[in-house]
């Protein structure tokens, strides 16, 4: 069974950086796409960032490009997302998400989703 365990989140103020680790077990890492989705207060849930099973790819919602990056731990089977120059639309809770194959920034491709971590950024 797929579990996706995020850590990282917390309390910071607008500009600062953080980054989120999703740490996964249960699936072959070497052949998952892995995302990030969030979700804001009163908001629909939307796609962040994906990074390929080779992680030769990434892909990040207009939003963030520039100011997050993407990446895998192919060794920890972890992926991260850091996350610089925060600002207040960022405050949200972010999902770790994970599929076979190949990428998507689609929610319905993801078969696997983490708990969730929350992050909030005070202006």
């Known amino acids: 069974q797929v579990q996706l365990v995020e850590s990282g989140g917390g309390l910071v103020q607008a500009g600062d950086s953080l980054r989120l680790s999703c740490a996964a077990s249960?699936?072959?890492?070497?052949?998952?796409?892995m995302g990030w989705f969030r979700q804001a207060p009163g908001k629909e849930r939307e796609f962040v960032a994906v990074?390929?099973?080779?992680?030769?790819?990434?892909r990040y919602a207009d939003s963030v490009k520039g100011r997050f990056t993407i990446s895998k731990g192919n060794a920890k089977n972890t992926v991260y997302l850091q996350m610089d120059s925060l600002n207040s639309e960022d405050t949200a809770v972010y999902y770790c998400?994970?599929?076979?194959?190949?990428?998507?920034?689609?929610?319905?491709?993801?078969?696997?989703w983490g708990q969730g971590t929350q992050v909030t950024v005070s202006s």
């Open positions: 990074i390929s099973a080779l992680g030769q790819y990434t």
């Open positions: 998400v994970h599929k076979y194959g190949g990428t998507s920034n689609e929610q319905a491709d993801f078969s696997s």
């Open positions: 249960g699936l072959t890492f070497s052949n998952s796409a």
